[in-house]
């Protein structure tokens, strides 16, 4: 198993400027998550999915966009690129199971500058 | 709104000695989950050890061991025999149980261990 994988590992954009960051898992995990690591700041949710078809915000949802339309893959769109939007994205997926109980397996994470 | 605070931006330790990284947050949930992570400097975030908030038991995983403190709303890392590889960003984490899809990191303590 691939686990979960991110694509690009690095990209520069000018601001203005549109593009999709890729993440897909092979574990047939139903819940997936979009993240942003900022310095002295941790982890902080973008969006989330629950499952096909079913996304929603987390705590910094401005300026990005997300789609579910299979298990396997949950990109995250910047519609117009903003210097404030450098950071490092992390893409996450687990198993929902009743006591929400579980491990978070996370991609290698990209890093995005926005010059 | 829950929140978790680490109130050690760094700590360093040396080779084979033991070191506690604190943790506490802020919910009025009751049941919930606390997660420590690992981000070593290859940037993978890699679980090191859970805890369900209504088992009273610390939870253990080899030389990593947690302290929680309900009432107290503390959680705090104890690694015993560091080793080099142990150096890394460690995050606190929160899930809540009920309806609970968000999880909420801490800002992270960086931990240097010293040959």
């Known amino acids: 198993n691939a686990g979960v994988t991110q694509t690009p590992k690095f990209q520069v954009l000018k601001t203005g400027q549109s593009m999709t960051l890729q993440c897909a898992q092979d574990?047939?995990?139903?819940?997936m998550s979009w993240y942003r690591q900022d310095p002295g700041m941790g982890l902080r949710l973008i969006h989330y999915s629950v499952g096909a078809g079913i996304t929603d915000q987390g705590e910094v949802p401005n300026g990005y966009n997300v789609s579910r339309s299979t298990t396997e893959d949950f990109p995250l769109r910047l519609l117009s690129a903003a210097p404030s939007q450098t950071s490092v994205y992390f893409c996450?997926?687990?198993?929902?199971?009743?006591?929400?109980?579980?491990?978070?397996?996370f991609g290698p994470g990209t890093r995005l500058t926005v010059l | 709104a829950q929140t978790v605070t680490q109130s050690q931006p760094e700590m360093s330790v040396q080779e084979a000695e033991t070191v506690t990284l604190s943790c506490t947050y802020d919910t009025s949930e009751n049941n919930y989950y606390l997660f420590w992570y690992k981000q070593p400097p290859s940037r993978q975030m890699i679980l090191v050890i859970r805890?369900?908030?209504?088992?009273?038991q610390n939870a253990t995983e080899n030389r990593f061991s947690v302290n929680f403190q309900k009432a107290a709303k503390s959680f705090s890392l104890k690694i015993s025999d560091s080793q080099l590889g142990d150096t890394a960003m460690y995050f606190c984490a929160f899930l809540r149980n009920t309806g609970g899809f968000k999880t909420i990191f801490g800002a992270g303590t960086r931990l240097f261990v010293k040959a």
């Open positions: 574990m047939n995990h139903e819940y």
């Open positions: 805890q369900e908030a209504y088992k009273q």
């Open positions: 996450a997926s687990s198993y929902i199971l009743e006591s929400s109980y579980n491990e978070q397996f």
